[in-house]
Every structure is written in structure tokens, then in C-alpha cells.
């Protein structure tokens, strides 16, 4: 339509030299010639400001830059402009919005099912866009794709997809995963993409490929519950700089990606959800917590290190304690009165944050147990005996501040607990910051108690008598075998 129009303007302007438009232009006036001359030239402009898409009566989506044929009965009631011009693509990218911290990468979300509506199951062939050739890429006719290229159920087109998620920081299974199905499932459709390609007879300073797509979003738990609805729009300006079409339609997916992330309402969603109990499974925590068991070989001193790993930092809401990695493949231990109603608490360990479930509490004993998705922590052995009277320990306390060091405090046991419930251990220690959940360990660095006081935070906070529970006492409680 531009070249027709240029090319009607240049046959106008001609026509200025001959007799009879001479004389219609000498008796209008100036005013005349200037007001056709710039209506001429404004029209090519403005009809690049707008492309029209419609689906004819068979059902094939159109792109053009005319309206739909009168003839077409449905294509009024459908029609739409999607505004992709010549001075790049306009779209609704949220600029400068930074992308939500969860905490981790590892998100337990699944791209499922991504569809588009852009033509019907039988059509092999689809109009993406436009075609331009000539000089200055102004001469246009259709360009035509491959169905397959809008075919995102294909796996080439979801790992499109997915790179988009981890370009923003994100890492979700997709639908080929063999992992279990995860608490929250993610599906798309694409409901509008054109392609437009520029190849020019000349030196080729034009050439590139522009792209714009507008996906329809659905967030789902487990239960099939729809947490979150909305759409996101992506484009891609690869004009003039040799961009093809498949990178400037993945460019434009990524974009559209990214402004999905960047939705305070979804990244809101995914954080409530992330941390819920089916969704720490879903995503690396094992079924069952698996323990490791010490034989009384070894020494404190030698196994520190990976006590100190295995040690973490345990916030709910705004009750501070400790807690130990119990299994490396997701399981730690804590105090339930640290965790209290709490449903999910944050782990810390150095500048590590994650998510972790709440799966089991005793109130009576003082323990809960936790399930994460795996990271870079440690795990510690067990004590087969119970400490006795005398007996040496050493508490750990994770610190109260993100990247300091955990505080180590020796001490003793100094009376047995008495064998009606609950199991408690006295010692001859006092700590002016309590801490509850803080491990206990004998002489052979191998986990035997669970400290047991009010956290810090809470209504008793302040110096106390440390009290233990014994931890064969606590697996038994949270349902893990201690004998």
C-alpha cells in the first residue's frame, strides 16, 4: 500500500506540469497544491502506523496493512491493529522494573501446555506478515511461514520458553521433565504474533526481521485452582541490523517472558505457592528424610567444618533461631516454638536464602520438621547414645545477621532428664541471646540435642538456662526411626 501511494504521489507531482493542472493549480492558488502535496506524503505515514488482523469465514488468521475485504461478512466484528511500524514495534515492556528475588533460582513451577490461536489445525502455511524488498524495503507483499513455526507445543518452540525463564532468572521444569508434576503449573497462549522480514536489493544496510507476539497467561496449583491470570506482550526490532526471523520471534517470546516476570500480581503468586509444602517436594526435597548415623569415631574439632554448613539460620516472621540439616536431600530440623503456626519459614545459610515447608511439628517436644529443595549445605550424623550427666557438648547458634559466622559455645550436661514427657536435657551453659533449635553436639561431633528456649523475638527472649531435647526423642516425634 505504501509503494502504491508513493508512486500515485509521484504521478501527481508530475501531473503539476501539465496544461490542465497547471490551470486547476493556478486558479486554487498555492494553498491548493501545498495541502494535496501534503496529504499525499502524510498518507503513506500514517497507514505504517497499523496493521490490520482479522480470521476469515475458514477460520485463517490474515495480517495486512489493508482493512478486510467488505466481502468477508465475519472479518469486521474481528478485526485488529497490531502497531508494528517502520520505527520499530510498540509494545508494553514494563522498562526498568526489576525482576522479582525469590531467593533461589529454582522455581517449583512447570510450563505446561502452550498453545496458540493464530490459525486452525489443518493450516500448513501461515501469513506472518509482511515481505519488503526494494532499496529502501518499501515494496511489501505477504510473508508466509511454516505452520511449524508457530507450532509451540514442539519442543524446539518450548525450550524457547524456557531460556526465556532462565534469562530472567528462573529456573522451571517443562512438560518433558521427568520430574514429579510440581504444586504450580504455568500455560500460555499465543494469541497474536507477526513476523516482518526486509531484504533489500541494494547493500543490505536494511535487511532484518522485526517481531511482536501478545501471550495470554494461566497460573495453576496442584488442586487445579487458577492463582493468577493475565497477558504479556513482547517485541523485537531487528530492522537494519540482520536479525532473521526465528531470532527476532525468540526475542520477542523472551520480552514477553520477562514482562510476565516483572508483574508484581504473578511474582506475588509464585512467591505465596513457592513455599508451601507440595511445592518444596515437587522440586527437589526427597519423600523421606534419610539420617546418617555415628559410631563414636571421629572428633568435634575434625568434623566443624561441615557442621558448620550443615548449621542454618531459621526466620519466622520475625522470630529468629537455628536449625541443622538433618538429610542432605532436604530435611532439617528446628523448634516449634520457632516456628510456631508458620506454615514455611526462610532458611540461611552465609548469603544463601531459600524456601522451606513446615511438615511436621510436636508442640510438646519442641521440634518441627522442615523440607527444602536440596542446595549447598551439609548434613550432620546422629547420635546413637543419649547424652548422659557430665558429658561434654558444644552448642552451635547460627548468627542473628545474614553473612556473619555461627557462634560455637562449650558447655556440659549437667542433670539428666527425667524419663516422663517431655525428654529434657539441663546444661550448665546460659545464653544471653536465646536461640532455639540450635544443635547440640557430643564430643564426636555427631548431632545428640535440639536446644529447646523461647526465640529470639519472642515474649521470653533474654538470658536463660539452656535445656535440650534429646534428639532421639525429636526424629521420633517428627516420624523418623531413632531406634
Not at 118 to 131: C, D, K, P, S
Not at 392 to 410: E, K, Y
Request: aromatic share 6%.
Amino acid at each position: 500500500m505504501q509503494s502504491a501511494l508513493r508512486l500515485v504521489a509521484r504521478r501527481v507531482a508530475r501531473s503539476f506540469k501539465r496544461p490542465a493542472f497547471a490551470r486547476l493549480g493556478s486558479d486554487l492558488g498555492y494553498p491548493f497544491r501545498a495541502w494535496l502535496m501534503a496529504l499525499l506524503v502524510c498518507l503513506p505515514m500514517a497507514a505504517s502506523a497499523q496493521v490490520y488482523k482479522w480470521t476469515d469465514a475458514q477460520g485463517h488468521p490474515h495480517f495486512s496493512d489493508k482493512p478486510p475485504p467488505a466481502t468477508d461478512k465475519t472479518a469486521p466484528k474481528q478485526v485488529s491493529q497490531v502497531r508494528l511500524n517502520s520505527t520499530g514495534p510498540n509494545f508494553n515492556w514494563r522498562a526498568g522494573t526489576p525482576l522479582p528475588d525469590l531467593g533461589s533460582k529454582r522455581v517449583p513451577l512447570r510450563l505446561g501446555v502452550v498453545k496458540q490461536s493464530l490459525m486452525a489445525a489443518a493450516v500448513t502455511e501461515f501469513i506472518a506478515g509482511q515481505f519488503f524488498t526494494g532499496a529502501q524495503c518499501d515494496e511489501a507483499s505477504p510473508l508466509v511461514l511454516a505452520a511449524d513455526w508457530f507450532d509451540f507445543a514442539k519442543d524446539t518452540n518450548r525450550a524457547v520458553f524456557a531460556a526465556a525463564f532462565a534469562d530472567g532468572g528462573w529456573v522451571v521444569q517443562v512438560e518433558a521433565d521427568p520430574a514429579p508434576t510440581p504444586a504450580m503449573v504455568l500455560s500460555a497462549e499465543v494469541v497474536a504474533a507477526k513476523v516482518d522480514q526486509c531484504v533489500t536489493d541494494g547493500a543490505g544496510t536494511r535487511d532484518g526481521s522485526r517481531a511482536y507476539v501478545r501471550l495470554l497467561w494461566a497460573l495453576q496449583n496442584a488442586d487445579g485452582h487458577v492463582l493468577f491470570r493475565g497477558s504479556s506482550e513482547g517485541a523485537d526490532d531487528g530492522w537494519g541490523k540482520s536479525v532473521d526471523n526465528a531470532v527476532a520471534l525468540r526475542q520477542a517470546i523472551t520480552m514477553a517472558v520477562t514482562n510476565l516476570l516483572a508483574d508484581p500480581a504473578f511474582s506475588a503468586k509464585v512467591q505465596e505457592q513457592r513455599h508451601s509444602a507440595a511445592a518444596v517436594s515437587a522440586f527437589g526435597a526427597a519423600d523421606k528424610a534419610n539420617v546418617a548415623w555415628g559410631d563414636g569415631s571421629g572428633s568435634y574439632a575434625g568434623r566443624a567444618a561441615s557442621i558448620g554448613r550443615a548449621t542454618v539460620r531459621v526466620q519466622a516472621g520475625t522470630a529468629i533461631g537455628s536449625g541443622v540439616v538433618i538429610d542432605l536431600n532436604g530435611w532439617a530440623l528446628t523448634s516449634a516454638k520457632l516456628v510456631a503456626g508458620a506454615t514455611h519459614v526462610n532458611l540461611l545459610l552465609g548469603r544463601i536464602s531459600l524456601p522451606a515447608a513446615v511438615v511436621k511439628r510436636d508442640e510438646k517436644i519442641d521440634v518441627a520438621l522442615l523440607r527444602f529443595v536440596r542446595n549447598d549445605f551439609a548434613a550432620v550424623r546422629i547420635a546413637p547414645d543419649v547424652l548422659k550427666s557430665g558429658d561434654r557438648l558444644q552448642i552451635v547458634t547460627a548468627p542473628a545477621s545474614p553473612g556473619a559466622s555461627n557462634t560455637v559455645t562449650a558447655g556440659a550436661i549437667a542433670a539428666e532428664g527425667k524419663t516422663d514427657q517431655p525428654p529434657r536435657l539441663s546444661t550448665t551453659l546460659m545464653i544471653k541471646h536465646t536461640n532455639a533449635g540450635a544443635p547440640v553436639f557430643n564430643q564426636f561431633g555427631e548431632l545428640a540435642a535440639l536446644t529447646t528456649m523461647p526465640p529470639e523475638g519472642g515474649a521470653a527472649a533474654g538470658t536463660a538456662a539452656v535445656t535440650c531435647v534429646p534428639i532421639l526423642a525429636a526424629l521420633r516425634a517428627v516420624g523418623i526411626d531413632g531406634d
